[in-house]
């Protein structure tokens, strides 16, 4: 039994891809969600004034 390397190197290639992809997607999501958060601790709380 043979070992194919060209597609175990296409397989590899595409793993890193994968990876790659994941974590820059992970970084970008993060800080998508550091702004909401710190945006949500600066802007006051609206009160509707029906409720008084």
Request: proline letters at 2%.
């Amino acid at each position: 039994m043979e070992i194919n390397y060209f597609i175990v190197g296409l397989v590899g290639l595409a793993v890193l891809i994968l990876l790659f992809w994941l974590i820059r997607r992970n970084r970008k999501d993060r800080k998508q969600l550091e702004r909401k958060l710190n945006l949500s601790d600066l802007e006051p709380e609206k009160h509707r004034d029906e409720e008084v």
